[in-house]
């Protein structure tokens, strides 16, 4: 018989990769709720048409849409089914889709809910989003975000607090990182001073592969794209900018002297630097770095991307601020900025650089051996006891062989296992074995608890 499978492009995750991937999940959550940010969730499908649209045709072409309930061929001719005009024919058979990302989701849920809603409104959402995407290593169809935004305040102290949260989350994790800063104007102005203004968008998308491609493509992919040779030759000193932050801010004041919205965006990256800038106001670097773009179109303002430093992996935060996030359901005017950490990139250099904390890969800390009825009848309390002190612990549910009872703790990884023979239940005790070096304790069971914790 052939064994069952999974869809191509998702995952099924163990217990030990789920409490890694929780101990991440977990670790994001507080650090967004030290912040004042509040959890929403949305459906895991949405109605096709709040979805489409709003990625481009690509990422129109990349929902999965899901087939309508019951008799869904009902008003299908034979002429279309044999025509197999699938746009024309999936609007007719799929009223809704499985969501793409969560700030689409977002938008809508403030619009619909913008009565109810306090502005400025945190939320942060850690909810998995579907892409009809080609799997490939480190793409999946399937995928978490751990999204935070704050709607409704144009007040750059919130790009601020972002980077602090950015900094906490991979102080957390112990992740070396360096985040990296830029801002649409600064691109916009430079776009503006180098006679290429309705390129915007060009320019940005090539720039923004400068990490994978290098300059030469960059330079390669703009001509291709219109841009003049003396517009690229213009490029080529802001895309190699060195020194400090406040070196290269002082550089782009005199390359952007003429333009209006670059000094602008130039002013917003300074202020959010000026708020870093005090000693441990930041544990990782922060950078100004002129070739970061954002592939995405809707950021206006500052935009921020998180590299590792010790693990050669893309991206594992990004985000920015945008300017109209609700325009697109008819609400126009409602600013936000946004960070999204990648959890699965996230889950990748953590093991890595095995950098879990060791409580998070074990389970049980205690297995009760199970000699028979009366045993178990003695242990139960204990055991009721020492987990209302918050120590994980099961007993086996079959009286079988010590060795095989003992197998089960070293195959879990359990690294104590607790006997009660007769001897122990005269003397109101327990004999406690440390799995890893062998030792074992005679102890009552209130002294369970300290040898558990202080090995």
Same mark, same amino acid.
């Given at each position: 018989?052939?064994?069952?499978?999974?869809?191509?492009?998702?995952?099924?995750?163990?217990?030990? !990769? +789920?409490?890694?991937?929780?101990?991440?999940?977990?670790?994001?959550? !507080?650090?967004?709720?030290?912040?004042?940010?509040?959890?929403?969730?949305?459906?895991?499908?949405?109605?096709?048409?709040?979805?489409?649209?709003?990625?481009?045709?690509?990422?129109?072409?990349?929902?999965?849409?899901?087939?309508?309930?019951?008799?869904?061929?009902?008003?299908?001719?034979?002429?279309?089914?044999?025509?197999?005009?699938?746009?024309?024919?999936?609007?007719?058979?799929?009223?809704?889709?499985?969501?793409?990302?969560?700030?689409?989701?977002?938008?809508?849920?403030?619009?619909?809910?913008?009565?109810?809603?306090?502005?400025?409104?945190?939320?942060?959402? @850690?909810?998995?989003?579907?892409?009809?995407?080609?799997?490939?290593?480190?793409?999946?169809?399937?995928?978490?975000?751990?999204?935070?935004?704050?709607?409704?305040?144009?007040?750059?102290?919130?790009?601020?607090?972002?980077?602090?949260?950015?900094?906490?989350?991979?102080?957390?994790?112990?992740?070396?990182?360096?985040?990296?800063?830029?801002?649409?104007?600064?691109?916009?102005?430079?776009?503006?001073?180098?006679?290429?203004?309705? &390129?915007?968008?060009?320019?940005?998308?090539?720039?923004? &592969?400068?990490?994978?491609?290098?300059?030469?493509?960059?330079?390669?992919?703009?001509?291709?794209?219109?841009?003049? /040779?003396?517009?690229?030759?213009?490029?080529?000193?802001?895309?190699?900018?060195?020194?400090?932050?406040?070196?290269?801010?002082?550089?782009?004041?005199?390359?952007?002297?003429?333009?209006?919205?670059?000094?602008?965006?130039?002013?917003?990256? !300074?202020?959010?630097?000026?708020?870093?800038?005090?000693?441990?106001?930041?544990?990782?670097?922060?950078?100004?770095?002129?070739?970061?773009?954002?592939?995405?179109?809707?950021?206006?303002?500052? @935009?921020? /991307?998180?590299?590792?430093?010790?693990?050669?992996?893309?991206?594992?935060?990004?985000?920015?601020?945008?300017?109209?996030?609700?325009?697109?359901?008819? +609400?126009?005017?409602?600013?936000?900025?946004?960070?999204?950490?990648?959890?699965?990139?996230?889950?990748?250099?953590?093991?890595?650089?095995?950098?879990?904390?060791?409580?998070?890969?074990?389970?049980?800390?205690?297995?009760?051996?199970?000699?028979?009825?009366?045993?178990?009848?003695?242990?139960?309390?204990?055991?009721?006891?020492?987990?209302?002190?918050?120590?994980?612990?099961?007993?086996?549910?079959?009286?079988?062989?010590?060795?095989?009872?003992?197998?089960?703790?070293?195959?879990?990884?359990?690294?104590?296992?607790?006997?009660?023979?007769?001897?122990?239940?005269? /003397?109101?005790?327990? +004999?406690?074995?440390?799995?890893?070096?062998?030792?074992?304790?005679?102890?009552?069971?209130?002294?369970?608890?300290?040898?558990?914790?202080?090995?």
């Amino acid at each position: 018989m052939q064994k069952p499978s999974i869809p191509k492009g998702t995952r099924d995750f163990g217990p030990q !990769e +789920m409490s890694r991937r929780n101990y991440i999940f977990n670790t994001i959550r !507080e650090v967004y709720s030290l912040y004042g940010f509040q959890q929403i969730e949305t459906p895991a499908m949405e109605n096709l048409s709040t979805l489409m649209g709003k990625y481009g045709e690509e990422g129109d072409k990349l929902l999965f849409k899901i087939l309508n309930s019951g008799d869904f061929l009902r008003g299908i001719s034979a002429d279309d089914l044999a025509n197999g005009a699938t746009g024309h024919l999936a609007a007719q058979l799929c009223e809704k889709g499985l969501r793409y990302d969560l700030t689409v989701p977002f938008a809508r849920y403030v619009v619909q809910h913008r009565e109810e809603l306090t502005l400025p409104f945190r939320r942060y959402q @850690i909810q998995p989003v579907w892409r009809a995407d080609r799997p490939q290593k480190g793409r999946y169809r399937e995928f978490y975000q751990c999204d935070a935004d704050v709607v409704g305040s144009d007040s750059l102290l919130c790009e601020v607090e972002l980077m602090q949260i950015i900094d906490t989350v991979f102080q957390r994790f112990g992740i070396r990182v360096c985040i990296k800063i830029n801002n649409r104007k600064i691109l916009s102005g430079i776009a503006e001073m180098i006679g290429e203004a309705d &390129k915007i968008v060009d320019i940005t998308v090539a720039i923004d &592969k400068l990490d994978k491609i290098g300059l030469e493509a960059v330079n390669e992919e703009l001509r291709e794209d219109g841009i003049s /040779e003396e517009a690229i030759q213009k490029l080529q000193p802001i895309i190699n900018l060195s020194g400090t932050n406040a070196e290269k801010i002082a550089t782009m004041r005199q390359v952007l002297s003429g333009s209006e919205i670059g000094q602008k965006g130039i002013d917003e990256v !300074e202020y959010v630097l000026n708020n870093l800038s005090a000693p441990n106001a930041l544990t990782n670097p922060l950078e100004l770095d002129l070739t970061l773009a954002r592939g995405l179109n809707y950021y206006t303002g500052c @935009i921020f /991307e998180v590299k590792a430093l010790d693990v050669e992996i893309g991206s594992i935060t990004g985000g920015g601020r945008y300017d109209n996030l609700t325009g697109i359901f008819g +609400m126009p005017g409602l600013s936000g900025v946004g960070i999204s950490f990648g959890a699965d990139r996230i889950y990748d250099v953590l093991n890595q650089l095995n950098l879990y904390p060791e409580a998070v890969t074990t389970a049980t800390q205690v297995l009760f051996i199970n000699f028979g009825e009366k045993e178990t009848a003695y242990s139960l309390p204990i055991i009721a006891r020492l987990r209302e002190q918050g120590i994980r612990c099961e007993i086996y549910p079959d009286a079988s062989k010590m060795k095989k009872q003992m197998q089960y703790a070293n195959q879990k990884a359990i690294p104590f296992v607790i006997m009660t023979g007769e001897t122990e239940m005269a /003397e109101g005790k327990v +004999m406690l074995k440390n799995m890893a070096t062998g030792e074992q304790n005679l102890v009552s069971p209130e002294g369970i608890k300290p040898l558990i914790s202080n090995p």
